[in-house]
């Protein structure tokens, strides 16, 4: 079951390359993998109780299509898809309702197969010219920013731009519609409010001696994007910046010597049972450990001051063999309802903060989540950052800070 991208990649130079799975999941673990639940448990139907609850509540509508489309769509009848796993980011399948794919099945009867479920981003570039011209080339993928910019220098997209692009973020789209952004994970602090009453909301709560021994990460930043990405929001509240990742080093060293940092790596039993009871981690993980473990009332929370987000990105394959599917699929994953089946997913969907601020996030899914406005002022990488950063934090966690 194990995505190729969610582990660690090396580079030509040998240092570490994250890719964007690499860089939502943990490395080694994936949506359904953590100690047996993440999104979903791993033998578990994609339309969960909360899914089919969120999805109940929510008075979103399917999109209106542009004139035309959806009998063209209908007439190709298929949509080829590739490296969608039935359990990340709520995708499902045709036969699953209150999932993404299950809903655009319902809604258009159009069959979306999907190839190689577990493939890496890379994967789905090289089918896309590896089947071009064929009826099994990829309609539509779902890459990294660093695969999405090698298939705008290779020409292997089609440009599209939905009907809502304008609510998609700047830094979250190619600016000629060759691929944009479609959910993102951000940096957040759970904490196990049976064993610490007081959860921290900032990166310089971490500091407090109240907090000894009890904060953890899920792996060394060296190997692990989600580490590395914990790292990179303690630089962001500590002086750093995404050009500038040494002052996370620095915070995490500094964490080590007060004595609160516990250098083992985290799992959500660990978590509950209080070993590790503060766990810095995505927060779509940090909520499915939330619904896995109610007994201990973890709060979820987006540090304040160092707001790291990272996302994954849709693009629609220049060789389409059924193109008017793949701009269905893309109206309908932007808009307002496909990016609630995301978020029933707990992957925050691109459109999130424009979606929020028209009041179109349901209640019964809102309050599931951390408030809107934790969510404001995220910082997204470039591919060049993520690659500078990377390299000074495999030079430099076992020196300064190691034990994970």
Request: charged share 20%.
């Amino acid at each position: 079951m194990a995505r190729q991208d969610k582990g660690e990649a090396v580079g030509e130079s040998g240092g570490t390359v994250y890719d964007r799975r690499r860089f939502l999941r943990q490395v080694g673990l994936g949506a359904a993998g953590v100690a047996g639940a993440v999104l979903l448990d791993g033998g578990a139907s994609s339309a969960s109780p909360f899914i089919s609850r969120a999805m109940r509540g929510a008075a979103a509508s399917p999109p209106v299509l542009p004139p035309g489309l959806l009998a063209a769509a209908k007439k190709e009848g298929t949509l080829n898809l590739i490296a969608d796993p039935y359990n990340w980011a709520n995708y499902g399948t045709q036969s699953t309702p209150n999932t993404v794919i299950g809903e655009f099945y319902k809604l258009y009867g159009i069959n979306c197969p999907v190839v190689n479920p577990e493939g890496s981003s890379a994967q789905e570039l090289t089918a896309i010219t590896s089947f071009k011209g064929t009826p099994k080339d990829p309609d539509a993928v779902d890459v990294s920013p660093e695969i999405a910019e090698q298939g705008v220098a290779e020409k292997a997209f089609a440009p599209y731009k939905v009907q809502t692009w304008k609510d998609i973020p700047s830094d979250m789209k190619d600016p000629g519609g060759a691929w944009y952004g479609d959910y993102y994970g951000v940096q957040s602090f759970a904490t196990n409010t049976k064993v610490v009453k007081n959860p921290p909301k900032t990166w310089s709560d971490l500091l407090k001696p109240e907090y000894k021994g009890q904060v953890a990460i899920v792996n060394s930043p060296a190997v692990a994007g989600d580490a590395f990405a914990a790292v990179w929001s303690a630089a962001l509240a500590n002086g750093g910046s995404l050009d500038n990742i040494m002052p996370g080093l620095r915070f995490f060293q500094k964490l080590k010597d007060v004595g609160n940092f516990n250098p083992i790596i985290a799992n959500p039993s660990q978590v509950a049972s209080g070993e590790t009871p503060i766990v810095i981690e995505w927060d779509y993980l940090n909520l499915a450990y939330k619904k896995q473990y109610p007994d201990i009332k973890l709060v979820v929370s987006v540090p304040a001051d160092g707001k790291f987000a990272n996302y994954y990105c849709q693009a629609i394959s220049a060789y389409a063999p059924h193109p008017n599917a793949a701009k269905v699929w893309m109206e309908y994953l932007y808009s307002d309802l496909g990016q609630l089946e995301y978020l029933a997913g707990y992957v925050h969907p691109a459109r999130y903060a424009a979606m929020a601020a028209a009041g179109k996030i349901p209640a019964s899914l809102a309050k599931d989540l951390p408030p809107a406005s934790e969510y404001a002022g995220l910082h997204f990488p470039t591919l060049a950052q993520i690659n500078k950063a990377s390299a000074i934090v495999v030079a430099n966690w076992d020196k300064m800070v190691g034990g994970v």
